[in-house]
């Protein structure tokens, strides 16, 4: 039986290195990704096969692609696309900068990368492409805008090429996690300055909390899982003969997912408020 293969995105630390580290150990050829090279040299020392793919950059996705295809000989069974980062802070002072650079990688990158993809799937008949959305894109939640905007836009880009792709052999896939052990909020620091100039805002007092939360270590959120926990939703999504449009992983999401249905649109903004 030929191996099949998985490119993953991503896979410095957290959803994706668990998830390329355990797909490998089940058989799988993972091409595990990195926007770094430390971080593919690292992986490589390891004996997974890593290479760079920067979302941001459209001559990287093109490149890591033309490797993937290099190394099997033309084929891919799967992608998750899983690398994104966050630029918290309140909507009314997020410059367009903003918004623009976290597009560019949660959305357009993830968009490029998957169109690159689909006609070598379409060619061999079959493949699974497979977005690791959030629990912030079924609701939103303060502070977390730009982040929110682009998962809300995942979300229904994946809904309509789902529709877009059938009868081609290709399932689209939505994970949407919600608390998971990964490096996102330190790594979601450096946008931050980059672009909140929260002492100007007329939100001062209150960016307070959210700096309390970015930089001080307090442990896990409450209902927080381990990577490994999206890693066995991405191995059914992969394996099931018929895969679901989405697989939640964590009980705030599924509680989300029940009071977006069920509340009318001001009581899940106050629950919502109160996190």
């Not at 290479?51 to 295809?69: H, K, M, P, Q, R």
């Not at 502070?143 to 792709?165: H, I, N, P, Q, S």
């Not at 896990?220 to 381990?226: M, R, V």
Request: charged share 25%; with cysteine; proline share 5%.
């Amino acid at each position: 039986m030929q191996q099949k293969s998985i490119l993953i995105t991503g896979c410095s630390s957290g959803i994706g290195l668990d998830a390329a580290r355990t797909l490998k150990a089940r058989g799988w050829r993972v091409f595990a990704t990195c926007r770094k090279a430390a971080d593919s040299a690292r992986l490589v020392a390891e004996g997974l096969e890593s290479f760079v793919l920067d979302y941001a950059d459209e001559t990287s996705i093109a490149a890591a692609v033309a490797e993937v295809l290099t190394r099997t000989g033309g084929t891919l069974d799967a992608l998750f696309n899983n690398g994104a980062h966050a630029c918290p802070g309140a909507v009314e002072d997020l410059p367009r900068g903003a918004l623009r650079e976290i597009f560019e990688v949660n959305l357009f990158g993830y968009h490029d990368l998957t169109r690159r993809v689909i006609p070598v799937m379409r060619a061999q008949g079959h493949g699974r492409i497979i977005n690791c959305s959030s629990v912030l894109g079924l609701v939103g939640m303060t502070w977390r805008g730009a982040y929110v905007a682009t998962k809300f836009a995942m979300e229904g880009l994946t809904d309509v090429l789902r529709l877009e792709m059938r009868g081609t052999g290709i399932d689209l896939v939505l994970i949407e996690p919600g608390p998971i052990t990964t490096k996102i909020r330190e790594n979601a620091i450096p946008h931050f300055e980059k672009w909140i100039d929260w002492e100007k805002s007329a939100r001062r007092d209150q960016y307070a909390a959210l700096r309390d939360r970015l930089y001080t270590s307090k442990g896990p959120d409450k209902f927080e899982l381990p990577p490994s926990a999206v890693t066995a939703k991405l191995i059914h999504a992969l394996q099931i003969p018929r895969p679901k449009a989405r697989y939640f992983v964590t009980t705030p999401t599924y509680v989300s997912d029940l009071l977006r249905r069920v509340l009318p649109t001001r009581a899940l903004d106050w629950v919502l408020a109160w996190g």
